[in-house]
């Protein structure tokens, strides 16, 4: 079974800048997609970022040139770059993974963007 152990949320003023990491642990056998979403309350889960095995990103076109996604095969680990971040960016930030087994997801962190 895979976890999900997410960091790296907090308080930030509009403009300003923070890291999310999400350390995958367990039994990892292969991982297909690795990827953010974010939720506001009252609202429905929507994708942020992810990337593929290979490499293939993908990115909502509302955080597109300001926020980034990477990964590090060698710790199971993926990454969620976010700059220039904004009032609406304001939200729980949720990883996935993405297995043969299925889809796993974190417990989520919170990103509060307010001045």
């Known amino acids: 079974q895979v976890q999900l152990v997410e960091s790296g949320g907090g308080l930030v003023q509009p403009g300003g800048s923070l890291r999310l990491s999400c350390a995958a642990s367990?039994?990892?056998?292969?991982?297909?997609?690795m990827g953010w979403y974010r939720q506001v309350p009252g609202n429905e889960r929507e994708l942020v970022a992810t990337?593929?095995?290979?490499?293939?990103?993908k990115y909502a076109d509302s955080v597109k040139g300001r926020f980034s996604i990477s990964t590090d095969n060698g710790k199971n680990a993926v990454y969620l770059q976010m700059n220039s971040l904004k009032t609406e960016d304001t939200a729980v930030y949720y990883c996935k993974v993405l297995t043969p087994s299925g889809a796993v997801w974190g417990q989520g962190t919170l990103v509060t963007v307010s001045s």
């Open positions: 367990g039994r990892i056998f292969s991982i297909a997609v």
């Open positions: 990337i593929t095995s290979r490499g293939v990103l």
